[in-house]
Every structure is written in C-alpha cells, then in structure tokens.
T-cell receptor
C-alpha cells in the first residue's frame, strides 16, 4: 500500500487568485495523477505527472490553467490559476506504485471553494 | 470513447438488506473494471476489481462480475451493514491501470 498526504484539505479562495495543492507520497513512484471532481459529477483526470518531464494533460485541461510540478519521485503540486467559481471542486492526487500495478491509491482530496 | 454509467443515489437501505448498484460501461479495447469506495472523511480506496470477462471481484462481502455481453459490472452485497454507508464509484481503465474513467458515484445510506 501507499500513503498519500495531500494539502490543504480544503480552502476558500477569492476569484482571480491561485491555489497550489501539494501531494506527498511515502514511497517513490513513477507516475502521479491529478483528478478533479466537480459537484455532483464523476472524477475526471486532469493530467499525468512524470518526474523529469512535462505533465501530460487530458483534453479540456491546459498547462496555463493547471500548472503541475514534479520535482522528485515522491512529490507533486497542482496549481489552479486565476480561479473562478467554476473551479470549485475536489482535487485529488493519485498514484500507482508500479507500471503494471493493479491498484491506484488516492489522497484524501482538496475541497476548493471559489467565491 | 470510454465512459461509465452508474445508478444515481442516494440508495437508502435498512441493515441486512440486499444491495445492488448498477454499473454499465462503454470502452474501446478490453477494459479492466473497478469499484472504489469513499467512506466519510476518507480518501478513495479500491474495493474490488476484475480484469477480464467473467471474472468476479470480491471483497468485504461485496461482489461484482465482469459481464462483457451486457457491458456491466454491478456491485452486490447480500447483507449490508451501517458501516457500509459510503459513496461507491465504478471505474474502468484501458491499456493499463493508471488512467481511470469514473462513474458519477452512488451514495449508500444504511440505517440500523
């Protein structure tokens, strides 16, 4: 198993500002993933973050809005930039410990409210 | 594209009742299927999985069978407990276990 620490757990932010969410894992992992869960909707993959390379974004998500850092094999950050109320969501960090591992592990999520 | 549809909730049951949460999927290729659970105040955790047709995943009294002919992966439990109250997510992945496509989640409320 893996332990994922995500912070902050929640925040209320003013529109137009940015928030950086941190994800710390207790072991080295190759791939880390960032998901968004909008109110009443399913989890949607934002991007995949590999150490030493640019993150790979899914359709509908762009680096300018959601810049990601992956400085080492145990840590990543997701920034939600120039926030609007539509960005109010739960943001989750996820890892799979191996390339062929059969289980994904998730952080507890960051509940973001933009006012 | 790949997508997952699961029944809307909340599902409200009395303790010891039978549970079914329906899940159907659309996928290109041969997906692996998962049920994740999120207990109050906790993160998502894997409940069970099935990687090929006719496989049955099981854990903690929950079961789900990968039905390719009906593209379904319904979650069942014969006798629910109050402690099963949580949100359940059906999910799939194609070509590896890393990228998951989730359903909208179904909240289960079990009363004593």
């Amino acid at each position: 198993s893996a332990v994922i620490s995500q912070k902050p757990s929640r925040d209320i932010c003013q529109r137009g500002t940015s928030l950086t969410i941190q994800c710390q894992v207790d072991s080295q992992v190759t791939m880390m993933f960032w998901y968004r869960q909008q109110p009443g909707q399913s989890l949607t993959l934002i991007a995949t973050a590999n150490q030493g390379s640019e993150a790979t974004y899914e359709s509908g998500f762009v680096i300018d809005k959601f810049p990601i850092s992956r400085p080492n094999l145990t840590f990543s950050t997701l920034t939600v930039s120039n926030m609007s109320p539509e960005d109010s969501s739960i943001y989750l960090c996820s890892i799979t410990p191996g390339l062929t591992n059969t289980e994904a592990f998730f952080g507890q999520g960051t509940r973001l409210t933009v006012v | 594209g790949n997508s997952v549809t699961q029944m809307e909730g909340p599902v409200t049951l009395s303790e010891e009742a039978f549970l079914t949460i329906n899940c159907t999927y659309t996928a290109t290729g041969y997906p692996s299927l998962f049920w994740y659970v999120q207990y109050p105040g906790e993160g998502l955790q894997l409940l069970l999985k099935a990687t090929k047709a006719d496989d049955k995943g099981s854990n903690k009294g929950f079961e789900a069978t990968y039905r390719k002919e009906t593209t379904s992966f319904h979650l069942e439990k014969g006798s629910v407990q109050v402690s099963d109250s949580a949100v359940y997510f059906c999910a799939l992945s194609v070509g590896g276990f890393q990228k998951l496509v989730f359903g909208t989640g179904t909240r289960l409320l079990v009363s004593p």
